[in-house]
């Protein structure tokens, strides 16, 4: 049960931060005067 709530736990962080990164990234890019998205 503990290796499933510490996973539990890595995904609830995980999904968040995987989801604001690309939407910042995409927010910061024409303050630094990049025109495209690269992956």
Request: hydrophobic share 65%; aromatic share 10%; glycine share 6%.
């Amino acid at each position: 049960m503990n290796i499933l709530r510490i996973a539990n736990l890595a995904l609830l962080i995980a999904f968040p931060i995987s989801w604001f990164a690309p939407v910042l990234h995409a927010g910061l890019m024409p303050l630094f005067g990049l025109d495209e998205i690269s992956i």
